[in-house]
Nanobody
Framework: QVQVVESGGGLVQPGGSLRLSCAASGIDFSIYAMGWYRQAPGKQRELVAAISPLGFTNYADSVKGRFTISRDNAKKTVYLQMSSLKPEDTAVYYC????????WGQGTQVTVSS
């Protein structure tokens, strides 16, 4: 059974940092690209960052230079380091194994506010 669990969200002031983690189980983690997505109230879910099995990365323009995605295949975990956070980064953040049905977690709330 596939399971992904996101953690690390919280309330942070503008300009602050957070590190999100996503632990996956039930899949051969090392062969899948992983993505971090977010969904703000009233908006569609959007891709924030993705990382290939070999570590190649891509980012949404809105987060380039501020967010860094990484993975630890031994721990079956993908991370999202977020810096210089802005109020518009407020959303529920999800991770997902690309191409794996059912690999959406419950998400973790990130709120950027003073």
């Amino acid at each position: 059974q596939v399971q992904v669990v996101e953690s690390g969200g919280g309330l942070v002031q503008p300009g602050g940092s957070l590190r999100l983690s996503c632990a996956a189980s039930g899949i051969d983690f090392s062969i899948y690209a992983m993505g971090w997505y977010r969904q703000a109230p009233g908006k569609q879910r959007e891709l924030v960052a993705a990382i290939s099995p070999l570590g190649f990365t891509n980012y949404a323009d809105s987060v380039k230079g501020r967010f860094t995605i990484s993975r630890d295949n031994a721990k079956k975990t993908v991370y999202l380091q977020m810096s210089s956070l802005k109020p518009e980064d407020t959303a529920v953040y999800y991770c997902h194994a690309h191409g794996v049905s059912g690999s959406w977690g419950q998400g973790t709330q990130v709120t950027v506010s003073s």
